[in-house]
Structure formats: C-alpha cells, structure tokens
C-alpha cells in the first residue's frame, strides 16, 4: 500500500514528508484519499506536509501556497560516476604468479566470510582447525572445493579457509539436504564435530545473500536508466531496423519521460575470431571499423542521454575478468557523453547502485548446475546473488584474471543487477534488487542455430529510478 500511495504522488512529481505519508496511510483507504488530495493539489506544490493535508480537510482554497515552484531539471548535469574501488581499469596488478592466484582466492574468502560473519542469524564462527577440536555444536566458515554424493544418499562438501579443511556431511534426513552447492562459493555451517576422523555434521547452511527483508524505497528521482547489451556491431545479423525503431522512439519519448541514462553491459560490437567461421557472418570485418560504426549509431542517440559503454567477451580487451574499458584507440569516434567502464563495475546513478556485468559466467552456472538454463538466465543471476558472487566457480569458461582483490564479490548490494550475454530478456525483484536481463540487437546466427541457442532480441528495459517501475519495450512490433 505504501508504494503504491508513493507511486502515486511519483506520477504527479509529487512528494510525502514522513509524517504526511503515515498520515494518509492510516485513512481507512488511502489509495482513493491520496489519489483526492493529489487531484486537489496546486501544480506548484512539491512536498506535501501533514499540516497541507490538515488545511485540505478543513476545506481551504489554497493547499500549500508558499510551495516554491518546481524548476525545470537541466538535461546537462546528470548524476552519475563510477564507484570507486570497483573498476579495474587502470589498477590491475596481475602477472600470473601463484603468488597472484593464492592472495585472489584469500580476497575472496575474506570478503565474503565477513558477510556472513554479519548475518544476525549466525553469530560468531570459529576456524576449522579449532572446530574439530571441540565436542559440541559450533559453526565454521569454508569455501568449497568439492561436492560428492555418498552411496547411502547423502552429500558431502569438502571446505577449507586459511588454517584447516574438513569433509562436511549433509545427511539426507537434514533440512538443507537439496541445496545447491556449487564450487569454491563460500558458505556458513553450523553443527558439530564427529567423533572419528575430520568429519563436521552440518545441520544449517549460511550464505552471504542478500539481507531478507529488503526492500526498494522510493525516492523523488523522477529519472529512468535504460539498457542496451550485446549490440554486435559488425555482425551480419545486427537489427539495423529494430535499432532505428528503437532509436525514433528515443528522441521522440526520452526527454519528456526524463530518460536520461543508458548502460550498455558488452559485446558492443560483434569481434573478430571469436568462434570458429565466425568471418562468414561479419558484414564489417574490421575491429576498428565495428568500433567506428558503433561511434555513428551512438550519435544518433539524443545528446541528454549520459551513456555508460562496457566490455564484453566480443570486445576488443582481456578475455579475463575482470576486464578493463575499451582502449581509446577504439572510441576516438564517440561522443562526450559516454562514459567507458570495465566489466564488472558498479555504477551510481542518482542515489541508486547498478550493478552492470556482461554476464559470461551464465555459461558456467548453466554447464555446471543441472537446475539452471539459459532460458532463464534470471534465476543464474539471482543465484549469483544468493552468493554475493558473480562468477565463483573457477576454471571453467570464464577466465579469471588474479587480481590482488577479487572485483567479482558483491561487495555492496546493489539497487539494480543487470547483465547480457546469453541475449535473452527478463526481469525479477529479489530482495529489493531490480535484476534485468538486457536482451540484444543481433538476431539468431548460424553459429548459435547450430547450438540450438534462441535469443530474445530488440528488447530494451527501462527502470525509474524513484519508483522502480520496470518496463520492457519491445522493437520487434
């Protein structure tokens, strides 16, 4: 009901002070109260306070007089910077030395210990080593390194953190047998020591997760951030006509419905030698030529419009992640308003966090977890979530690069988690968090028809930064 009354008022760039809202909230229906008092209210108005809503009900002629006037938003001064600390571009300090890998994988683990070590509900853990020391209930924190099923049922995790490992039994009769485990993720365990062996008898399992019981809280933003992944710039099978639609429909709407950013998670153009035979289905085959179109098309886009451009594993950068901005020998054709990030980054936006990764890991989760598809690569993200991880199995498809801090913890919960990659379209709350799936603008090619891989193209999500109204705006009509 809450948001729903602040929506409401959103609409109308309207906004409740605290006491105001809790006023009309206890209305035995504040929907049709608040949607009266709206009506009713000067255009010059901006917040309402509870004693403007005392004068509405004794019947003054004026609500709020003294209001100041609402001033025209300039299009020039958009908010929004790159959190610092969560691009790598500039600041890797890799060289491949196991030296390198050992201090990536204790980043990791101490990152996300101290999530769950933050959880009202586990308390205080204690190290492996020590656990099998004692003769009672305690609780460790481990990364997980292997996963087995016993010939009787049950499962087995073998977990180690910086002093000690041990075999974690889940019996089958346990109320967190079935759980999804995956790979070097790190979890909380409560339970006991057996008496034989380095045996630890699990009864409860902890992730980092998202806190429960969070949720989107409005704010009086009345901006919206759209996203535009995998362009594939260069390809054969690029949407010119889709784009253009999309394009029109831009400098017809964007200014008026103060869309005023854009976020494009990778694969911005379509590379060169990414798949085997992959020139046959270039019409631009030339890497810097892609990045030259992808300059014109860019331009199209009305000038307000502040753009955020990342890299993905078609770009012209490392392959390993995290990966760093395209290289200005790549860009010199854009204009000034974008802004170049790499992959993953954490974007803010008007008080909001967007979480923008391009999404090459879904090919681990869904390789490595039967459960999970590409047709729904939702329910990856919401799992990478659940671990505050965005690629925690290593040494599968996703090449790592060991960075002296793992730049693939989510180490801040974001407002909106958004990716690309498997070219599908999708959207999900999950715990206060706007996840979206950001569609593509290349239809079905050869190579992906081969694998039986059916994209979801010419979709362009758009969420409002002070409601969180989330939108799919579909090009293909």
Request: proline share 5%; aromatic share 8%.
């Amino acid at each position: 009901m809450r948001s729903e009354v602040l929506n409401a008022a959103a609409q109308k760039n309207l906004f409740f002070s605290p006491d105001a809202l809790d006023y009309v909230l206890s209305n035995p229906d504040p929907i049709s109260f608040a949607n009266t008092l709206l009506a009713t209210l000067s255009e010059s108005s901006v917040f309402i306070e509870k004693k403007d809503i005392l004068s509405f009900i004794a019947g003054d002629a004026a609500v709020a007089p003294e209001r100041k006037p609402i001033v025209p938003r300039n299009k020039n001064h958009c908010d929004i910077s790159i959190v610092s600390g969560t691009d790598v571009t500039g600041d890797s300090t890799c060289e491949g030395k196991i030296e390198d890998f050992a201090n990536y994988f204790r980043s990791r683990f101490s990152a996300l210990k101290k999530m769950i070590e933050k959880r009202r509900d586990f308390g205080t853990s204690v190290s492996i080593s020590k656990a099998m020391t004692l003769g009672r209930d305690t609780q460790i924190i481990g990364m997980i390194y292997e996963k087995k099923e016993t010939k009787n049922g049950h499962t087995t995790l073998r977990v180690e953190d910086e002093y000690g490992s041990c075999t974690v039994l889940i019996s089958k009769e346990s109320p967190c047998f079935g759980e999804l485990f995956v790979n070097d993720e790190v979890i909380g365990i409560s339970g006991k020591p057996s008496m034989k062996g380095d045996l630890f008898i699990a009864d409860k399992i902890f992730r980092p997760d998202v806190p429960a019981g969070r949720t989107w809280v409005p704010s009086d933003s009345v901006s919206s951030v759209a996203f535009l992944s995998d362009i594939h710039v260069g390809s054969y099978a690029f949407l010119e006509k889709e784009w253009k639609r999309m394009i029109s429909w831009l400098k017809a709407n964007s200014y008026d419905m103060d869309l005023d950013y854009l976020i494009l998670p990778g694969d911005v153009v379509d590379g060169i030698g990414i798949f085997p035979g992959q020139e046959e289905e270039l019409n631009i085959a030339d890497i810097y030529g892609q990045y030259e179109k992808l300059g014109e098309y860019l331009k199209e886009i009305p000038d307000h419009i502040k753009m955020v451009i990342q890299p993905g594993n078609h770009d012209a950068v490392r392959l390993a992640e995290p990966q760093p901005a395209l290289g200005k020998i790549f860009t010199k054709s854009f204009d000034s308003n974008v802004i170049l990030a790499g992959n993953p980054v954490n974007i803010e936006i008007e008080k909001r966090t967007i979480l923008s990764y391009h999404g090459k890991s879904i090919d681990d989760w869904v390789a490595g977890v039967q459960s999970l598809n590409y047709e729904d690569p939702i329910n990856v993200m919401k799992e990478m979530l659940t671990r505050r991880h965005l690629a925690p199995m290593y040494g599968g498809k996703t090449a790592m690069a060991p960075e002296k801090k793992d730049y693939l913890v989510i180490d801040r919960v974001p407002d909106i988690f958004v990716s690309g990659h498997v070219h599908g379209a999708g959207k999900r709350d999950y715990r206060g968090v706007k996840i979206i799936n950001a569609s593509a603008w290349q239809s079905q090619t050869e190579y992906q028809r081969s694998h039986n891989f059916n994209p979801n193209p010419a979709i362009m999500p758009i969420v409002h930064l002070g409601t969180g109204t989330t939108r799919m705006t579909d090009f293909t009509k």
